[in-house]
């Protein structure tokens, strides 16, 4: 075995290691195991012993970390995130078990199962070896550099938010963000072969709406005309039948011209000229798929619906709830007044809850974004690299209140399967694509 494989294989047992700790974040949070989370804080100087003795390291808002590794310059520094908690995963429908991190397969097939492996421990741990191993070979960064590692991303996000608030504080503004995002992906678009790297520069904004009926209540055995169900029920259809208006913003009007410049056939002239497909263009990419429908416009989905609580009584109150995703150029105050009009009753009221608005738009050009492409060009080879607005939220969206360039980008190859194992059964990744992501870190780490 020669060293850079016996070090890969210590990285990988680091990384597995952390795999197994079920860091589960629970939307009430009282419920949530903390002692599992003061495991995982406590046993990272342990596996990390360089990092942890030159950085500076404080919990803040409860789990979260913050690293300081102090740079040679004065200037603005750099943050790299990652969040360590993971969403629920039951043994159930998994091929091997969630937190097991059990290694499947041989050589470049070889995989790393379980839940966290590409969101988003996978990143996580891929920087602490960068840095480890930088540290290690007497790396300085020029300015400084913090490592911010959220403990609630999947639910709230708390944690990132204290983060901001202590640096801003400090008076600190970032001149380059980096959090999880997109990713190098392929068949995103049909006609088009190159795998391409997708750099969030933007992502929608998030809120929940809920629609919700009173009615005096009674026995189910002489119900009136018209139920409070029957009446949120009449809403909830009357909402999916009216798409939220679809609109190209200049971003990824960007992005649809530099995938479509590697595309061939009728897809290469719809995506590049524009203002000549225009119309057809947005018709094409509502019915091309969900992510590429969820591109062009505002979305909601109905994810929980609420009546009464006993079989035999009338709801008093019926609840039915909506994620929304709000695309960037929209707000929540334009989603709520489509929601409204098209609900069409007065009687039903339509509230939001924990808004979010679509963050700020990174320059996709510039030293950071320079940065950030050429040491994607160098790990990735030939992948066409594109900024595009991310569909999910992350705990970077609080970044854009301290810095102006954000940016969105999980440094992994990730096959369609492997995509759509984000928050599923059969999370996975394969080890030689986790290795490239550490390569990844390790030279922008010398280019920040
Ligand atoms: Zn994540």
Do not use: C
């Amino acid at each position: 075995m020669t060293s850079s494989t016996h070090s890969a294989a210590a990285s990988l047992a680091r990384f597995q290691t952390l795999l197994r700790m079920p860091t589960v974040s629970r939307l009430d949070e009282s419920s949530t195991d903390w002692a599992v989370f003061d495991g995982f804080v406590a046993a990272l100087p342990a596996l990390y012993p360089a990092l942890h003795a030159v950085l500076e390291r404080e919990v803040v808002g409860g789990h979260s970390l913050l690293y300081r590794w102090a740079g040679v310059e004065p200037g603005d520094p750099a943050v790299l995130m990652a969040h360590y908690d993971v969403v629920p995963a039951g043994e159930e429908g998994w091929t091997h078990p969630p937190f097991a991190a059990e290694l499947v397969g041989e050589g470049a097939e070889r995989e790393v199962w379980g839940r966290g492996t590409l969101d988003d421990k996978g990143a996580l741990a891929a920087l602490l070896e960068a840095v480890e191993a930088s540290v290690l070979a007497g790396v300085r960064p020029r300015r400084d550099v913090y490592l911010s590692f959220g403990h609630n991303e999947e639910t709230s996000g708390t944690g990132a938010k204290a983060i901001v608030r202590t640096l801003r504080e400090r008076g600190i503004r970032p001149a380059f963000v980096l959090d999880e995002g997109g990713a190098v992906v392929e068949g995103v678009f049909p006609g088009v072969r190159a795998p391409s790297a997708m750099i969030g520069v933007s992502e929608k904004g998030v809120t929940t709406i809920t629609l919700t009926v009173h009615q005096r209540g009674g026995h189910a055995s002489t119900p009136p005309r018209r139920t409070a169900t029957d009446r949120l029920a009449r809403a909830v259809v009357r909402l999916g039948r009216r798409p939220f208006p679809a609109r190209i913003t200049p971003t990824t009007a960007r992005t649809l011209r530099t995938i479509g410049e590697h595309a061939t056939g009728p897809m290469r002239f719809a995506l590049t000229r524009q203002r000549l497909s225009g119309p057809l263009l947005l018709r094409v990419l509502a019915r091309l798929g969900d992510e590429t429908s969820a591109m062009v416009r505002t979305t909601s989905a109905v994810t929980q619906l609420q009546g009464s609580a006993a079989a035999n009584v009338l709801a008093e109150r019926a609840v039915a709830t909506v994620n929304v995703r709000v695309a960037v150029g929209s707000s929540v105050a334009e989603a709520l007044r489509h929601v409204r009009r098209a609900v069409r009753d007065s009687a039903v009221l339509v509230e939001a809850l924990d808004p979010s608005e679509p963050s700020p738009v990174s320059p996709a050009s510039g030293s950071a974004w320079e940065l950030l492409s050429s040491t994607t060009t160098a790990i990735f080879g030939e992948v066409i690299v594109t900024p595009y607005v991310q569909l999910g939220a992350s705990d970077s969206r609080h970044f854009a209140e301290i810095s102006d360039h954000v940016y969105r980008f999980t440094p992994f190859e990730m096959t369609t399967g492997q995509r759509g194992s984000l928050h599923a059964v059969d999370e996975r990744m394969h080890v030689d694509t986790w290795l490239r992501g550490i390569a990844f870190y390790t030279r922008l780490l010398r280019g920040l």
